[in-house]
């Protein structure tokens, strides 16, 4: 059983900056990428950073402000946000291929507002 725990999300203020973790825990052999989505109601979900082969990439809208890491050893993956604009208000999820299969946490809430 894989089990996605994320933490991190909550209010912040046009400006400021949070930090996402989710760890992975559970039968899994090998991690070939992790990855963080949003969705916004209303919008599709759509990913906005990943991990894999040791090259992050990143949606457009997030370059420069956003930093995705991973510590490989604890199987955790991090979103450091910056710059957080209302726009990037949404739900965040984090998710992970392994095994030939996708796995999603349940998702923690980022707010921008004033």
């Known amino acids: 059983q894989v089990q996605l725990v994320e933490s991190g999300g909550g209010l912040v203020q046009p400006g400021g900056s949070l930090r996402l973790s989710c760890a992975a825990s559970?039968?899994?052999?090998?991690?070939?990428?992790m990855g963080w989505y949003r969705q916004a109601p209303g919008n599709q979900r759509e990913l906005v950073a990943s991990?894999?082969?040791?090259?992050?990439n990143y949606a457009d809208f997030v370059k420069g402000r956003f930093t995705i890491s991973r510590d490989n050893a604890n199987n955790t993956v991090y979103l450091q946000m910056n710059s957080l604009e209302p726009e990037d208000t949404a739900a965040y999820y984090c998710?992970?291929?392994?095994?030939?299969?996708?796995?999603w946490g349940q998702g923690t809430q980022v707010t921008v507002s004033s």
């Open positions: 559970g039968s899994i052999f090998k991690i070939d990428a």
């Open positions: 998710s992970i291929r392994a095994g030939g299969r996708q796995y």
């Open positions: 991990i894999s082969g040791g090259r992050p």
